[in-house]
Nanobody
Framework: QVQLVESGGGLAQPGGSLRLSCAASGSIFSIYTMGWYRQAPGQQRELVATITRGGIIDYAESVRGRFTISRDNDKNMVFLQMNDLKPEDTAVYYC?????????????????WGQGTQVTVSS
């Protein structure tokens, strides 16, 4: 299996910044897309940002210009720099990755989620 572990969440004031990190581990063969999603209480999980192995990036309109996604392909990591945070950014942030891994000698597809990290923006 492929495991994802997030870190870097916490409490920030409006206008502040946080940086999230996510590390993928396991018998990874290749990771195609990595991304961040978030889920606020009582709401559905929504896309925040994604980045392909080749560096193609997509942002939700609500975070464009404030958040920056990046990745380190050699370390199988993805990052989310969040600036100018707003109370409406409060949510649990989840890391996601899809690609291929070595399972019992065979290359298989995977799509994995992290356990989530809480981001709270409040004064």
């Amino acid at each position: 299996q492929v495991q994802l572990v997030e870190s870097g969440g916490g409490l920030a004031q409006p206008g502040g910044s946080l940086r999230l990190s996510c590390a993928a581990s396991g018998s990874i063969f290749s990771i195609y897309t990595m991304g961040w999603y978030r889920q606020a209480p009582g709401q559905q999980r929504e896309l925040v940002a994604t980045i392909t192995r080749g560096g193609i990036i997509d942002y939700a309109e609500s975070v464009r210009g404030r958040f920056t996604i990046s990745r380190d392909n050699d370390k199988n990591m993805v990052f989310l720099q969040m600036n100018d945070l707003k109370p409406e950014d409060t949510a649990v942030y989840y890391c996601n990755a899809d690609g291929t891994w070595l399972a019992s000698g065979h290359i298989s597809n995977f799509n994995s989620w992290g356990q989530g990290t809480q981001v709270t923006v409040s004064s």
